[in-house]
């Protein structure tokens, strides 16, 4: 019995002095030091360069121009992660339609696309429930139908730079097209390049 007690006295206090010795979890501000940190897969740095040179791109090339005045109606199509990681490329898009609203040029519309809200369908369903008032459903012919759609992929190239070193390159493509048309009326592409050891993985 005394050694059983020892045996979860021990555990109990070496918890404590592992438990003391962690660093406690804190916030990366944006521009420190730790934040800049490069791995070989892609991160968030990349995500936000990516997003930042392609809005530029788009909101300076004139392609959510529309002729006659108003705004563009943009929607979110497939972009393909051809890559040998996992990851959402919601982390790409968001930061492209936010910065597209925020140009005031275009409107994203979510009743249609990869990142449509299926609550936008949902909804109208309601108007032949009759335990809900007519005049709070939504009646036909409201819905905005997209006139451009944002589409493309993520591909990775790794080739061997030396005896001990890799590169790995990810390639954003872009492309935007007139859905009318099916015209490409915009397309861009940015390349990350990182080297480091071949003992380094990517995912």
């Known amino acids: 019995m005394k050694n059983k007690k020892l045996i979860i006295s021990t555990l109990f206090m070496g918890t404590i002095f592992f438990a003391g ?22 991160d968030r740095q990349d995500f936000e360069k990516a997003a930042s040179d392609m809005a530029k791109s788009l909101l300076s090339s004139g392609a959510l121009d529309k002729s006659g005045g108003g705004k563009s109606v943009v929607m979110m199509s497939d972009i393909v992660n051809d ?22 040029k ?17 909804t109208r369903k309601l108007r032949n429930n009759d335990e809900f008032k007519k005049s709070t459903t939504i009646q036909k012919n409201t819905l905005y139908a997209p006139s451009l759609s944002l589409s493309g992929s993520i591909l990775q190239r790794t080739a061997k730079a030396n005896r001990d070193e890799q590169i790995v390159e990810y390639y954003f493509q872009l492309s935007l097209t007139d859905i009318k048309t099916g015209l490409v ?19």
């Not at 890559?83 to 005031?104: E, M, P, Y």
């Not at 275009?106 to 949902?122: N, P």
């Not at 009326?185 to 995912?203: A, Q, Y």
Request: proline residues 4%.
């Open 83 to 104: 890559t040998t990681q996992r990851f959402d490329v919601k982390f790409l898009t968001k930061k492209l339609g936010i910065a597209i609203l925020n140009s005031g």
């Open 21 to 42: 010795c962690t660093h406690k979890p804190e916030y990366l501000p944006e521009n420190s030091p730790k934040s800049s940190i490069v791995t070989m897969g892609i």
């Open 106 to 122: 275009a409107i994203l519309t979510s009743a249609v696309g990869t990142q449509r809200d299926d609550l936008a369908q949902d």
């Open 185 to 203: 009326t915009w397309e861009d592409e940015v390349v990350i390049g990182k080297i480091g050891s071949n003992d380094t993985v990517t995912w």
